[in-house]
């Protein structure tokens, strides 16, 4: 499963994959009855500087981004279409938006 953000402007500005969850362990069964499974993860996509002032990497500064979800290879190529609408055209489905904040 892959995590990515996207600028205004249609542009990736990060992905972040969880290899730790295997879309082929998730239950079957009929629409609107499978089992609903939970799955919680955390991404870093700046970090603050050790020897230096805090702040984002240069394409991921705060502000406000659009959230997809994929699942695909582990470098976060989506490969599988997914039964969500919201699909870029690229099997990326929009969940809503993000806002990265400065770190304090």
Do not use: C, K, W
């Not at 991404?43 to 659009?66: E, K, L, N, T, W």
């Amino acid at each position: 499963m892959a995590v990515t953000l996207e600028d205004e402007q249609g542009g990736i500005v990060d992905v972040q994959v969880d290899e730790s969850f295997n879309v082929r362990s998730l239950p079957v069964g009929p629409e609107g009855e499978a089992e609903v499974e939970t799955l919680r993860s955390e991404f870093v996509v700046a970090r603050r500087h050790v020897d230096g002032p805090r702040s984002f990497a240069r394409a991921a500064r705060p502000g406000q981004y659009d959230l997809f979800i994929s699942v695909g290879r582990r470098d976060g190529t989506p490969r599988i279409a997914l039964p969500l609408s919201g699909d870029d055209g690229r099997r990326r489905y929009r969940l809503g938006r993000i806002e990265l904040l400065e770190a304090e």
